[in-house]
């Protein structure tokens, strides 16, 4: 069975940093490039960042770059973002997602909040 499970959401303050971690299982996760996305109250599902299956490549949203950071260990079959500085407009919920060709699976979310 196929999960993707993620963690590490929170409330925190502006100028802060929170790590997202998604755990993979039921699947073979060094094959798949893994992204995560987020959606914001009334908003479409964004792109946030994405990486290759072996990590060599990775690729951000414009509203994020320098900010965050992707990475994964294909050891643990996880994959994390690393955010930093921020921003009240980074509230949503963080989904990470898991492609191969037409394969995909996703998350089912974690609420980051980003709150004085």
């Known amino acids: 069975q196929v999960q993707l499970v993620e963690s590490g959401g929170g409330l925190v303050q502006p100028g802060e940093s929170l790590r997202l971690s998604c755990a993979a299982s039921?699947?073979?996760?060094?094959?798949?490039?893994m992204s995560w996305y987020r959606q914001a109250p009334g908003k479409e599902r964004e792109l946030v960042a994405t990486?290759?299956?072996?990590?060599?490549?990775?690729n951000y949203a414009d509203s994020v770059k320098g900010r965050f950071t992707i990475s994964r260990d294909n050891a643990k079959n996880t994959v994390y973002l690393q955010m930093n500085s921020l921003k009240p407009e980074d509230t949503a919920v963080y989904y990470c997602?898991?492609?191969?060709?037409?394969?995909?699976?996703w998350g089912q979310g974690t609420q980051v909040t980003v709150s004085s």
């Open positions: 990486i290759t299956s072996a990590g060599g490549n990775t």
């Open positions: 039921g699947f073979t996760f060094s094959s798949y490039a």
């Open positions: 997602k898991a492609r191969s060709g037409w394969r995909q699976y």
